[in-house]
């Protein structure tokens, strides 16, 4: 008895493998009916048949739930696993004709661990993207399942172009807020090298400059004897860079690309800020970082 037959006509060698392997991994897991399909490849390894031998036992309306809901958990995780990504790098292209390869390659990364097809470092991202994957994937079983109750021909290609479309819709809102985040992250580096090459056409102002993290995101700019330094007017080019109204961090920054001072010590205790990072990003060598030194320690208590 012919169950289903899954077309590939456009999957490679490795997808028809991993297709197959996770078909026999969900049958291994049935356990409450009397036979599992066997698999075989027709056509030149276009068609995958799930086929059961006659047997006595085995009803396919007593048992035809179980098995379809394992088919398509099966399909959904190759789904997810081994097309989503090109289905994502199909979308940026064609929708925001971001063509360069490294951009893409970059988007899609970006998109593909947000949405958790591939693993990333942070714990607690990796959390939320796994149980948003599971959500993900079970909705396309449970679209696949209903499909496979009614129909025993599954052409693959065709029915994740047309027939998933709460699928597509959850990709197509992802790869906007990826190429939104990119395309922010890039205007961010082209500023920081504006100010990084402002800097270093200037001739250094002051010799020493300390800046002093005091708490939140308040800092203190000081003189080499560790005494605030009057706030000077921003340089009208600096102030033209920076088109938008400045906050508290901006303010700082501007200050430091004014003044162009030849060396810069930052007293934090929190040396991962992305403001340091920055300021070590425009000024490079001329920046040092400091957690805890002698000049710096009554300030820190001061105001903890």
Known sequence: MELFSISLHDAEQSQRIKLYELLVREYTQLHNIPAVPRLEWKSGMDRLIGWIDKQPEFR???????????????????????????????????????????????????????????????????????????????????????????????????????????????????AEYAVDEFVMDKQYQEFISLLKYFVDLQEPKLPLVHLVHKTGHEFMVCDERLQPLEHKPVDRIVA??????????????????????KQIVI??????????????????????????????????????
């Open 60 to 174: 396919l309306t007593q048992h035809g739930t179980a098995l379809y809901q394992s088919t398509a958990s099966a399909i959904a995780e190759y789904i997810v696993s081994e097309l989503e990504q090109l289905l994502l790098s199909s979308i940026i292209r064609k929708q925001y004709r971001i063509e360069r390869p490294e951009e893409l390659d970059s988007i899609v990364r970006f998109c593909s661990e947000m949405l958790g097809s591939i693993p990333v470092p942070l714990p607690e991202r990796d959390a939320f993207s796994e149980v948003d994957r599971k959500r993900r994937k079970q909705k396309v079983a449970d679209e696949l399942e209903a499909y496979l109750q009614e129909q025993t021909e599954l052409h693959l290609t065709g029915f994740v172009t047309f027939r998933l479309q709460n699928y597509w819709s959850e990709l197509r809102d992802a």
């Open 240 to 261: 033209e860079m920076v088109e938008y109204e400045m906050n508290v961090e901006d303010m700082v920054i501007s200050t430091l690309v004014t003044i162009s001072p």
């Open 267 to 304: 007293h934090t205790r929190q040396p991962e800020l992305q403001i340091i990072r920055t300021i070590e990003s425009i000024f490079g060598i001329r920046v040092s970082v400091c957690v805890g030194c002698g000049s710096c320690h009554s300030s820190f208590e001061h105001h903890v």
